[in-house]
């Protein structure tokens, strides 16, 4: 991380939990980055995360005041704190298990009530902290150890969900894509209103060994490969669309 | 000190509320100004009130989308400097029990009032019961302590409500209204007086927010925005909130607290009324609606020189098993009926040390007075 930024990290926090060729470290760049650009003052800002790799960005690394929550339940915690202290702006980042398949019913009702939150949602397709399980978005045909066969089920589109549920400002990104993604989250946390961005973060550890990414670095690549942007795709027939990421905007109702 | 007299929102006065009505009114009247909440009958009209009254003293009302949201959003707006409420009954308070762990083990003060309905399951919605007690106890995971609160009366729907609202913020953890459908629908008057004694959060900027130096501690609770910069987490922590889940100390050391704090307090908390127990030969222990219909019996069967008494609880946890030891050791029979197939007799055998007599319906109706009178006189 940019010494710059190690300002928001608290003090005593000398390194991450991630595994190495983990995506959150970049994730959690870019999220202080944003902030930083945006000169927001810590001691306004309020962290939620539910449980998993991804509820570790905040807690214990950000120097704020940080909520580190019941697995699946982020959201609804952070409802709470921001309809009581409208004062706080708060973030709630975690994984894609926690925020859309335990915790799919509060994401959908925080997008529909529009409440004025930003949520991370860091997408690595599979169930990292417990062993690499099977997620509501992991793509068809994935091993992971509870589908060693290969997933048979479609996954989410995240984007489509909460767009479809009422968010103001709905984005993906991968952090193969940093610069987009900060000023992605400068927008989101600019919103007022439900904001919502799904980014992509490789997990080499549990996802890529079992699925012939033979190192991280290979892992980002093909992730950088698949991601094309909105209007790219447009171009390209559903045949061709197999297998891509559409990264970008979907909505920015609340800008 | 954190105790203060406060002017009561309502004009004092005698007024006829329904249980639930009065719940709402306490609340407001201890100082609760975050709602989260779903509907659920037999207590839906305490969460109809609020979202009334609570446009009249700014409060902040969630309908949220299932209880497991209610109870966190509740957390949340605690944390954020709220003192905060729910109602629920059976099912619900089911799905809350995951959240009220957390709220133990992160010390956080919450209300839950259980507006008790005949279970398990579904059961029937619209019957009273009083099945919820060991779940109160013991319904989430891992060793912790609550306080349960048992109202028997419209009046302590609403007194028991500030109470519960006191403890919460005394002692740092989720209390319980374990009210039952018959209280939560009763029609009765009840008194409200000028002022109201409330206890609010203790502050000590930079004091670590989860430990004290004693083993039976409650530490100051800051909120969010006060420039603490917060670590909250319902994992292991030590005294500043860092998460420790492999320390064996400090895991032992907060969950020794968190339930030091509550049962070496116990005398403090515990509440519960004696009648008629000097010359008792045979006490009926009861506790709720319960209770009412037991001092009917105990009124009438004196009338008959009947030497019977009564013990009622308020306070179901922490189980005052001190009193029952005093009265186990001067009478020979306990009897105690309840709506429930034998909940609190477990406890009561525990510690009375004599006869234990259970009376137990689970027919979704009160216990009559005839009923426990029929079986008292069986026993004297």
Request: aromatic share 8%; hydrophobic share 40%; with cysteine.
């Amino acid at each position: 991380m940019a010494r710059d930024l190690e300002n928001y990290m608290r003090p005593d926090v000398k390194s991450t939990p991630f595994c190495p060729g983990c995506g959150h470290g970049i994730l959690m760049n870019t999220i202080l980055r944003a902030i930083d650009e945006l000169h927001l003052n810590m001691n306004d800002m309020l962290f939620v995360s539910g449980i998993g790799c991804a509820a570790w960005i905040p807690s214990p690394h950000f120097n704020a005041d940080t909520l580190h929550t019941l697995h699946g339940r982020a959201i609804a915690f952070a409802t709470g704190a921001k309809m009581f202290n409208p004062k706080l702006t708060t973030m709630v980042i975690s994984g894609d298990g926690d925020l859309t398949s335990i915790g799919g019913n509060h994401l959908i009702h925080a997008a529909r009530r529009n409440t004025d939150l930003t949520v991370i949602c860091a997408n690595n397709m599979i169930y990292g902290m417990t062993g690499g399980q099977v997620a509501s978005t992991s793509p068809v045909g994935s091993i992971t150890s509870t589908t060693t066969e290969g997933n048979i089920y479609r996954p989410f589109d995240l984007c489509k969900l909460v767009l479809a549920a009422g968010a103001s400002y709905v984005a993906r990104y991968s952090v193969t894509q940093p610069l987009s993604l900060v000023n992605a989250i400068k927008k989101a946390l600019n919103v007022h209103g439900f904001a919502f961005i799904e980014v992509l973060s490789p997990c080499p550890t549990q996802f890529g060994r079992r699925n012939q990414y033979d190192s991280p670095a290979e892992m980002l690549k093909m992730l950088s490969e698949m991601c094309i942007s909105k209007e790219e795709a447009e171009q390209l027939s559903r045949e061709e669309l197999r297998g891509r990421i559409i990264t970008g905007e979907f909505s920015d109702d609340g800008i | 000190m954190h105790w203060k007299e406060t002017d009561s929102i309502l004009s004092p006065g005698t007024y006829y509320f329904s249980g639930n009505e009065a719940v709402a009114e306490g609340a407001i009247a201890a100082g609760c100004r975050y709602y989260g909440g779903y509907p659920i009958t037999p207590s839906s009209e305490i969460m109809e009130r609020i979202s009334v009254r609570f446009g009249e003293v700014n409060g902040v009302f969630m309908q949220m989308e299932d209880e497991i949201g209610s109870i966190c959003s509740m957390i949340g707006a605690v944390w954020a400097g709220a003192k905060a409420m729910t109602a629920t009954s059976g099912p619900g308070f089911s799905l809350m029990q995951e959240a009220i762990g957390y709220a133990a083990i992160t010390e956080t003060p919450l209300v839950i009032i259980d507006i008790q309905r005949a279970g398990p399951g579904t059961g029937q919605s619209t019957k009273v019961a009083s099945g919820d007690l060991m779940q109160a106890k013991w319904g989430s995971h891992g060793d912790y302590q609550i306080i349960a609160l048992s109202p028997w009366s419209v009046q302590e729907m609403y007194d028991l409500t500030i109470e519960a609202f006191n403890l919460a913020e005394h002692y740092r953890v989720p209390v319980f209204l374990m009210g039952e459908e018959a209280v939560g629908h009763l029609r009765e008057r009840i008194d409200v007086s000028a002022t109201v004694r409330i206890c609010d959060r203790r502050k000590e900027p930079g004091a670590p927010p989860f430990g004290t130096e004693a083993d039976d501690g409650v530490p100051p609770m800051p909120a969010f925005g006060e420039g603490e910069r917060l670590l909250v987490t319902g994992s292991t922590h030590n005294e500043f909130g860092i998460r420790k889940t492999d320390d064996p100390v400090t895991h032992s050391k907060l969950v020794t607290r968190i339930n030091n704090k509550i049962l070496k307090n116990r005398e403090e908390i515990i509440q519960a009324d004696a009648y008629y127990l000097d010359d008792a030969k045979v006490v009926i222990l009861a506790y709720g609606f319960t209770a009412r219909s037991a001092l009917f019996a105990v009124d009438r069967l004196r009338r008959d020189g009947k030497e019977v008494g009564l013990l009622r609880l308020k306070t179901m946890w922490p189980f005052p098993d001190h009193i029952i030891r005093e009265i186990g050791g001067s009478v020979k029979k306990v009897f105690v009926p309840e709506m429930n197939r034998g909940q609190i007799i477990g406890e009561v055998m525990k510690y009375a040390g004599s006869e234990v007599i259970a009376y137990n319906q689970t027919d979704g109706e009160i216990i009559h007075p005839h009923r426990i009178m029929e079986e008292v006189r069986k026993l004297v």
